[in-house]
């Protein structure tokens, strides 16, 4: 069946002779569901962005609109997921995406009405209009967590910035994990590079901290609290976490509250579970030569992309290169290989000689502008901020929770308020990203 007007196809699968595969289908729903407040459903699809597509990836959402037609949603969806079922919590289809739209709750839907009265049209087709079993795919109630509950995670959530910011512009103050008594971790990306730093603890105090280890590769600083810190050690340790489990219901940490407390996220949905992330390749905004000078190759900047990275980090033409993260690249190649193991979004660290003076900058590598112009990056776009520092991870958690990237570093948890690992990064309009909680602790093995 093809029909235009909904723009919906019914195919029938012919197997190849001799294979007899065990399929499984999805029922219809009897009806439509309600828009109350504590009603879930679940759209399924397979984004383009995703090269493993041996599974779906469901996302939880909830109905903004109803009627016999269309159904309007809140589920993350992207490119690639068209066509793919909207289903209710007892598994049973509701309606199939039709639209992606602009902002993340105008995504529309055909409804299970409109589906059956097309398939009872056709003679051959009324048998698949009738209603009958699902699988429940929700086993838990997506509430809050108990004030217990709450309070346990608020022991172990910090606030990090730059020393000097006052406790109670929380804006200002970047959501960060307590993984010992003195050991912080947070997104490195988000704090301002090459700056004094301190925590507010989940008494409200304010420690002064300081950096112990950055793990590049995960965008994770780990921070070093001072002074008598250990007065306020959390009563519960949260090693060595709870395993995550695709489908499970899971909730974002967004920061710290004025009253001590935390702000949590609405309930979203592990999509994957040791998930890579491939990385990109990221651009410095300058043109950069390799030269002969005095017996000696270096690398000179010979022009600056207006309003690109470099020109933001305040780089200038004539600059000549003389370290990169630490590192002295007198080729092209060299620096390459330097780059090759940063990702966009990464802050960088340049030396450069300039008229005979030595210049340290900071640098935030650049994504391909024209990537922008892409569907995806577009989409992405319309749908909020996407942090910049997104790519290359590897064995990561993939959830749906619309954070924003000022929002990344605070804790993931599930239901029980089990810690499960720390969100690292808002990584598109449909995946946010998390970093297991063990992963963390190897990187601080001593727990102090």
């Known amino acids: 069946m093809m029909d235009r007007t909904e723009d919906l196809a019914v195919l029938k699968i012919v197997p ?19 828009t109350a407040a504590d009603d879930v459903i679940f759209a ?46 007892a598994g049973q289809l ?10 993340r709750d105008a995504n529309v839907h055909v409804s299970v009405t409109r589906i059956r ?31 217990a509950q709450r309070g346990v995670v608020a022991n172990f959530t910090v606030g990090v910035a730059r020393q000097g910011t006052p406790s109670e512009r929380l804006t200002e103050w970047r959501p960060g994990i307590r993984l010992a008594a003195r050991r912080i971790a947070t997104k490195r990306s988000e ?31 780990i921070l070093q609290l001072e002074g008598d810190a250990d007065a306020e050690v959390p009563a519960v340790d949260p090693r060595p976490g709870a395993v995550v489990r695709p489908g499970e219901l899971v909730f974002a940490v967004l920061g710290p509250m004025a009253d001590n407390g935390i ?13 890579r992330e491939p990385g990109l390749p990221l651009k410095l905004g300058a043109i950069i030569d390799e030269m002969a000078e005095a017996a000696e190759t270096v690398l000179r900047v ?7 990275p470099a020109a933001v980090a305040g780089l200038a033409a004539g600059d000549r290169l003389i370290s990169v993260e630490g590192r002295t690249p007198a080729t092209l190649n060299e620096l390459a290989e330097i780059l090759k193991e940063r990702q966009p979004g990464d802050l960088l660290q340049l030396a450069v000689d ?17 990537a922008q112009f892409e569907k995806l990056e577009y989409l992405d776009g319309r749908a909020g901020v996407v942090s910049g520092r997104r790519s290359g991870f590897s064995d990561v958690i993939q959830h749906d929770i619309p954070v924003t990237p000022a929002q990344c570093g605070g804790w993931l948890i599930n239901s029980r308020g089990e810690l499960l690992g720390m969100t690292i990064a808002r990584r598109s309009r449909e995946a946010t990203l998390a970093i297991p909680i063990q992963t963390l602790l190897d990187l601080s093995p001593d727990g102090k």
Do not use: F
Request: contains cysteine; proline residues 8%.
């Open 354 to 370: 300039r008229a005979g003076q030595t210049v340290s900058l900071w640098l935030i590598a650049g994504h391909d502008p024209g």
């Open 263 to 275: 702000r949590l996220s609405d309930p979203g949905i592990a999509g994957r579970v040791g998930y």
């Open 94 to 103: 509701i309606g199939v995406h039709r639209q992606i739209g602009m902002g």
């Open 44 to 89: 399924c699809g397979y984004p383009a962005r995703i090269r493993d597509q041996s599974d779906a990836l469901p996302r939880l959402g909830k109905l903004r609109a109803v009627d016999r037609v269309a159904l309007r949603s809140s589920c993350q969806l992207t490119v690639g997921d068209s066509g793919g079922p909207l289903l209710n919590r």
């Open 117 to 147: 009265q097309r398939l009872q049209a056709n003679p051959e087709l009324r048998q698949l209009a009738e209603s009958a079993g699902g699988t429940s795919l929700l086993t838990e109630t997506p509430q809050q967590l108990s004030a």
């Open 191 to 221: 704090l301002p590079p090459d700056a004094a730093l301190a925590c507010r603890l989940s008494s409200g105090r304010v420690v002064p901290c300081r950096v112990l280890l950055v793990e590049v590769a995960l965008d994770v600083v």
């Open 16 to 34: 190849v002779v001799g294979d007899t595969p065990t399929l499984t289908y999805v029922p219809l729903a009897a009806g439509l569901p309600g």
């Open 302 to 308: 010979r022009e600056i992309s207006p309003n690109g």
